[in-house]
């Protein structure tokens, strides 16, 4: 079991930044991949970012060269430093943990994934 609780959003401008970040407890010990993925209301979710054991990290293309994860072993945290924003980067984004990147990034059904409660990230034009 991973408990995930995220933190770090709110409201910015076209153009601005904002960064995430997520706490881990629990089963840390294990080798999950982690990351994010967001929900907007009335869409599905969708996979954002994720960085593995080895901080191999992969992006969704709508947000390569914008959004950089990084995570602190050490301290168990997982950042997402998001620049550029535009307003359909508007969602909830959820920190995740998975045993596969790619469960995460492609949000693959009846798997085994953690999620925390969410943040909140609005862009406003």
């Known amino acids: 079991q991973v408990q995930l609780v995220e933190s770090g959003g709110g409201s910015v401008q076209t153009g601005g930044s904002l960064r995430l970040s997520c706490a881990a407890s629990?089963?840390?010990?294990?080798?999950?991949?982690m990351g994010w993925f967001r929900q907007a209301p009335g869409k599905e979710r969708e996979g954002v970012a994720t960085?593995?054991?080895?901080?191999?990290?992969s992006y969704a293309d709508f947000v390569k060269g914008r959004f950089t994860i990084s995570k602190d072993s050490a301290k168990s945290t997982l950042s997402l430093q998001m620049n550029s924003l535009k307003p359909e980067d508007t969602a909830m984004y959820y920190c995740?943990?998975?045993?596969?990147?790619?469960?995460?990034?492609?949000?693959?059904?009846?798997?085994?994934?953690?999620w925390g409660q969410g943040t909140l990230v609005t862009v406003f034009a």
């Open positions: 995740a943990a998975a045993a596969a990147c790619s469960w995460i990034l492609h949000q693959t059904p009846g798997v085994r994934k953690y």
């Open positions: 960085i593995d054991r080895d901080h191999i990290t």
């Open positions: 629990g089963d840390t010990s294990v080798g999950y991949c």
